[in-house]
């Protein structure tokens, strides 16, 4: 006998792997031709006439949002976000838009279906999971794109404010060496690449803005622009200061690098005075329990062992 609900799980198993699949796509996904262009350029070859031929997913996200008139061009506040979360693919906005405006409605209805369709059929664990998986469907259908690009902006945002300390004493370090701000920031992005790759490929990405704006000032206000972070704000503010007025970079890197060391100590002596209060927590929990069946244990099992409370009363009672 066929039983509907088979094919329901089988839609929904289509629908979240079609979304895994999708979401790897986008953020794994690199073109032959853009790696052939990129080589090409390494090599020293010029590639300023070639486009990059879009994905074929990226042409059905386009054709789809064309249809429902969505326009994807001039959302640059859109791109800007996306970008902050590391999603700085040519098609990130066709493919956060597509998500938002068209996969959450039709998820959002799945679960519906599931919510009058299949929860009055079901008792007991099955009404249970039936509500759970229609739960976790209502809310990718409403917020599902936007919490998964926060949570992304929220671990890089946390990998960025990590690795400046250390990559503003290396490039310290550099400057103080005599090199100067481009070679120095070269030399950061060479040490660095393995253990921080996040900072270091935004600190590329300045390099080559530095040498191909005639504005340096608006690269260095690019990078500020693009993480808004305020330890990042700080450096791109004492860098362009120094630009514009020549004062000494060592100095004002020297100073920033202080107050650097001045924050985490701040901060560990924050964690350390907030221990207290979390042990509070488990204390009481696990350790309070333990501290009570001992004091009281052996009283209890002494008074239940001679009758319980009113066990002699009463068998003087009867006696009488």
């Not at 590639?47 to 008139?69: G, V």
Request: hydrophobic residues 50%; aromatic residues 10%; proline residues 4%.
């Amino acid at each position: 006998m066929f039983n509907p609900h088979y094919l329901a799980f089988a839609l929904i198993a289509v629908v979240i792997f079609t979304m895994y699949m999708s979401v790897l796509h986008l953020i794994f996904y690199t073109s032959k031709l853009r790696t052939r262009l990129k080589n090409s350029a390494s090599a020293g070859y010029s590639s300023d006439n070639a486009e990059d031929i879009p994905p074929l997913f990226a042409q059905l996200c386009e054709w789809c949002l064309a249809k429902f008139k969505i326009p994807t061009t001039g959302q640059k506040e859109l791109a800007m976000w996306l970008s902050r979360a590391g999603l700085e693919s040519p098609y990130a906005v066709t493919y956060y838009l597509f998500f938002n405006r068209l996969a959450q409605p039709v998820i959002l209805l799945c679960g519906v279906f599931i919510l009058f369709s299949m929860i009055s059929d079901a008792d007991g664990m099955g009404m249970l999971m039936y509500l759970i998986i229609m739960l976790c469907f209502v809310l990718i259908g409403i917020r599902g794109a936007k919490l998964y690009v926060e949570n992304l902006r929220q671990k890089r945002l946390v990998k960025l404010v990590d690795s400046f300390p250390e990559m503003l004493d290396l490039l310290l370090v550099c400057i103080e060496s005599g090199l100067g701000l481009d070679a120095a920031l070269n030399r950061v992005c060479k040490e660095l690449r393995a253990m921080h790759p996040v900072v270091v490929s935004e600190l590329d990405r300045m390099r080559l803005e530095l040498t191909m704006l005639n504005d340096r000032t608006q690269a260095l206000q690019n990078l500020a622009e693009r993480l808004d972070i305020v330890n990042f704000r700080t450096l791109v503010a004492a860098l362009i200061q120094t630009e514009k007025f020549g004062t000494s970079l060592v100095d004002t890197l020297r100073v920033l690098s202080e107050e650097q060391r001045l924050t985490r100590l701040y901060a560990a002596e924050q964690k350390a005075a907030r221990i207290p209060v979390l042990i509070t927590i488990p204390l009481i929990i696990f350790i309070m329990p333990a501290f009570i069946m001992i004091i009281i244990g052996p009283p209890f099992i002494k008074v239940m062992s001679q009758g319980g409370l009113f066990g002699n009363s009463v068998i003087s009672s009867t006696k009488r």
